[in-house]
């Protein structure tokens, strides 16, 4: 396992940093850095960007979520099938968010890996500065401050996209709760994770929650105009269904008596 992660994570990303470094920072490692963050979020751009829609159509969703789980609460057989026809008809996968995250932590690891090296960095670097300011190989205060906030600026944005449908049996339920905590948390935990590490890592975590940030918002831009409400050709089925079932009740009770 360690060895196809060097070999295909870890060392593709370094040979791209020194090319970057090399031939388009004009020797500052942390422009090369924020090159190299913006390149891996263009190339990985469908990944993310498909995992975040389908995480903000499911916001989006919520309430209708809540009325089906409402409706079946006793028959969770039912629940499922219809949650699965719901997330089928707007053609999303609740499970994309773990995406993002088995996307981001091999190559967050592979930079940790990179900078936790004084011996790799001096002798492949020349400038391991940010601005002439900034050690990179050291924790840098302002910019664990930025990325937190940014991190914060992100994941604000990343709720703003149900908030036509905040209403208040919308805020109660257990998702919005929980995207409402992670809003505040996810900041705390950046802050604290990136108090510990090489400034490197908090220049590629401005730069990606800055991208993040304005994909964000073409998304919400996109998912406002998505209409959520059933379909009336489905509607259309249901009542047949329903008539068929009374039909066939009626007719039950006719061979009873």
Do not use: C
Not at 141 to 150: E, G, H, K, R, T
């Amino acid at each position: 396992m360690v060895h196809l992660f060097n070999n295909y994570i870890f060392e593709p990303i370094l040979s791209l940093l020194v090319w970057i470094y090399q031939n388009l920072s004009l020797g500052e490692l942390g422009l090369a850095i924020i090159i190299l963050t913006i390149l891996i979020r263009v190339v990985l751009l469908p990944f993310f960007y498909k995992s975040s829609k389908d995480q903000a159509l499911i916001r989006k969703l919520q309430p209708r979520v809540d009325e089906i789980k409402k409706k079946h609460k006793d028959n969770r057989e039912q629940q499922g099938k219809e949650l699965m026809a719901l997330y089928k008809e707007h053609k999303l996968n609740p499970f994309s968010g773990f995406l993002l995250l088995l996307i981001q932590l091999p190559i967050f690891i592979a930079l940790f890996k990179i900078f936790r090296d004084p011996e790799l960095i001096t002798q492949t670097f020349e400038n391991i500065s940010f601005l002439g300011i900034i050690d990179l190989t050291e924790t840098s205060m302002p910019l664990v401050v930025a990325a937190a906030a940014l991190q914060y600026l992100q994941a604000k944005t990343s709720m703003k996209v149900n908030k036509k449908n905040s209403t208040s049996s919308n805020k109660n339920n257990s998702l919005a709760k929980m995207g409402n905590s992670m809003v505040y948390i996810a900041p705390v935990l950046s802050f604290v994770v990136l108090t510990q590490l090489p400034s490197a890592l908090a220049l590629y975590w401005i730069t990606s929650a800055l991208f993040s940030t304005g994909q964000q918002l073409v998304i919400n831009k996109k998912i406002a105009e998505v209409d959520i409400s059933p379909k009336k050709e489905g509607e259309k089925e249901k009542a047949e269904k329903n008539q068929a079932d009374e039909k066939a009740d009626k007719q039950e009770s006719k061979k009873n008596s």
